[in-house]
């Protein structure tokens, strides 16, 4: 009994190392708000001191009329009321977070309520965590009606982070198609965090417009080429140095060249290169994995079941007419084969061997007794033994017995 409430207790611990996104996504999103916020009330307050501090001596030196300073006045209450609706709206956001950290923290706390594997709750918890990887795994491949359904159906919106793939997705589309604009922008908005990472996101984009003015040889997009790399590029020579001389030199090169590295900064590949290194910082950024937590569970799955005789030629029936035995092992089933093949062995700290167990003449170990029952059953001869599994025949003096060390 003791053995079976080992076996079956509740490692919570091991089971939220894949939900570390489900917390670290909210606490970005509301340092994201909290900076948003105090950089419009710092930008507001700057601007409504100068433009009281100039109002008032104007005032005081009779250099305005009183309409006029009427008129100044009215410009600062709307600044600042400007200021209030962004607030209210950034607010706004805030509470939705702090709604979805609640559910969030109460959805992992239930996890730590649960005393066994076998208990009921554990299957509905896990139900509710597989909805969410699958979630994860349709927003991350673009199907963003399908992924608002799915949650929506179960009732998980406050577990997954709809809206941040949405404009990621809508801004990764939008570098697929050829335009800066909306990738810009948002490096625009998070240009502080972005230095942080030492990202170079930025540069590549501008980079980017740099080739397409460039590619157009037009002699008044040159010139604005020039201006742009000046404005845009030079201030990273330090960093991008070799970039740079490149921009320089692609001046020279049609966009048919076949000289390298000038042919590959005009392949349209590079859209796709942009795309995806803004995916890569943008889950950076926001602490998400790089991969799909549906693959992660899978490939940590795979790999506990794993075992060197996967993927053998010899596996089963299926694969080996001379074997005896059927083989119901995922690893080598038809569905998860292709997944499984690059995942690592399973690391077992003990090993589980028949109390008999002897060594063929090819390298496989059975247990004595089994093989001596199966060749009955199949009529193998006298003085021989079958390989159940490639269905090789042996006789019996080359058998030896294996002893554990």
Known sequence: MAAELTTTKLNAESHLLLDQSLLRLPHELVRKNFKASQRAVEHTRDVVLSSLKSTANAS???????????????????????????????????????KSSRQRIQHLQDLYDIPSLVDVKYDEWSRIRLNRLLVDYLLRSGYEKSAKALAKEKGIEDLVDTEVF??????????KKGRTTECLSWCTDN????????????????????????RT???????????????????????????????????AFTPDTQAEPYKAMYSPVRWEYLSHLFITT???LVSLPARPLLHIALSAGLSSLKTPSCHSSFASSSSNANSSVTSVCPICSTELKD??????Y??????YVETDPVVLPNGRIYGRERLLQLGAKVGVPDGQVKDPTTGEIFHQSTVRKVYIS
Do not use: W
């Open 60 to 98: 005081l030196a009779s250099e305005e009329s009183v309409p006029q300073t009427l008129a100044s006045l009215d410009s600062i209450i709307t600044r600042m009321q400007g200021l209030k609706r962004k607030l209210e709206g950034l607010h706004e956001e805030e509470k939705a977070i702090h």
């Open 166 to 175: 949405v404009q990621c997705n809508r801004i990764r589309d939008s570098l």
């Open 191 to 214: 240009k502080q965090a972005l230095r942080k990472l030492n990202s170079n996101l930025e540069f590549e984009i501008r980079l980017q417009q740099y080739i397409e003015l460039v």
């Open 217 to 251: 040889g037009e002699p008044a997009k040159l010139l604005e080429a020039t201006q742009h790399a000046r404005k845009h590029l030079a201030p990273h020579k330090d960093t991008q140095f070799l970039e740079i001389h490149r921009a320089a030199g692609l001046l």
């Open 282 to 284: 943008h889950h950076n």
């Open 339 to 344: 997944l499984a093949r690059n995942v690592p």
């Open 346 to 351: 399973a690391h077992h700290t003990k090993s």
